[in-house]
């Protein structure tokens, strides 16, 4: 059997900056001292005079990008998810979000999937954060193939878009020719009539291997890969609710305020069924090895699969 081909989001990301740069010369890259590891240096290096370093200054470039948007450029600043969504959210909730300005926030190395940089780093509120200002688009692409496709769309999109990368390595499973990108538009990966997974971002590909071991227990799963969290789905997410009449949401976040908790605020409302949020539970990260620290959280297949046994008994 042939090894699942991995690539992390962050390169997805860089890569298609440069894609969108060739088809759109409006387009212009903002980063904060972190080309490298953001990979827009893969941008930089393309199109030197539409790339701007603004330095270890998010805020400031949050100012920047705002001000470029006016004059009819489609910025994308970037940083890690913790310094774009946390230290500068002031400045994007003023000065991005507010007037409705056409600013796309590339947001790498979010989540515990950080690893080793530990709990200041690892960003698990990111998607609570950018959530819950007014006219915001959050995205949270599952692999290569999504989150290159997410920031075509993000740039085509008029006003500001929210996108959420990772640092590790992930399976590429959308490669397919029927796969199809939409924002506020979730995807059925598998059918089932038992129970149904919601997952988002790095968190697909291992709920898809999770539904395959619950299948050999005789338990019928339903998947969804809900990439857009904002605008919600909705539609899709009660016509599952009102099929299987239980949801289980994943995501490599806090089960507040992010993927779990828009979720539940529309079924409670709209359909109500025993919902079970997995994710990070009200507490901070910890350092340690990627690989480690999901398996330790139970987010990797084995824990997901253990977690959702427990939750049908």
Request: charged share 20%.
């Amino acid at each position: 059997m042939l090894e699942q081909k991995k690539i992390a989001t962050r390169e997805s990301y860089g890569n298609a900056l440069v894609e969108l740069g060739k088809m759109n010369d409006k387009v212009v890259v903002l980063d904060a001292d972190l080309a490298g590891a953001t990979k827009t240096g893969t941008f930089k290096k393309a199109f030197p005079e539409r790339f701007f370093d603004c330095g270890i200054a998010e805020s400031n470039m949050a100012g920047i990008a705002a001000g470029l948007a006016t004059t009819g450029m489609i910025p994308f600043m970037s940083s890690f998810a913790m310094f774009a969504a946390g230290r500068a959210y002031e400045q994007v909730r003023n000065s991005i979000g507010y007037p409705h300005l056409n600013v796309k926030i590339g947001a790498t190395h979010a989540g515990i999937s950080v690893g080793e940089d530990g709990a200041t780093h690892q960003c698990n509120e990111d998607i609570a954060l950018m959530r819950t200002i007014p006219g915001m688009v959050v995205i949270s692409p599952s692999d290569d193939v999504e989150a290159r496709a997410a920031v075509l769309a993000a740039a085509e999109y008029e006003g500001p878009v929210y996108l959420r990368f990772g640092r590790l390595a992930v399976p590429v499973i959308n490669d397919n020719p029927d796969y199809k990108f939409e924002i506020g538009k979730g995807i059925v990966l598998k059918e089932g009539n038992d129970v149904t997974l919601v997952a988002t971002g790095l968190t697909v590909a291992p709920t898809l291997e999770a539904a395959e071991m619950l299948e050999k227990d005789g338990i019928s799963v339903k998947v969804i890969n809900i990439h857009t969290i904002k605008p919600l789905d909705e539609e899709l997410i009660i016509q599952a609710a009102k099929q299987t009449g239980k949801i289980v949401t994943i995501e490599e976040h806090s089960v507040i305020g992010g993927l779990g908790g828009a979720v539940c605020e529309t079924l409670s409302e709209k359909c109500p069924v025993p919902v079970k949020r997995f994710g990070i539970q009200d507490e901070f990260g910890q350092s340690g090895p990627a690989v480690s620290l999901l398996h330790h959280y139970k987010l990797d297949a084995e824990g997901i699969y253990g977690q959702i046994k427990e939750f049908l008994a």
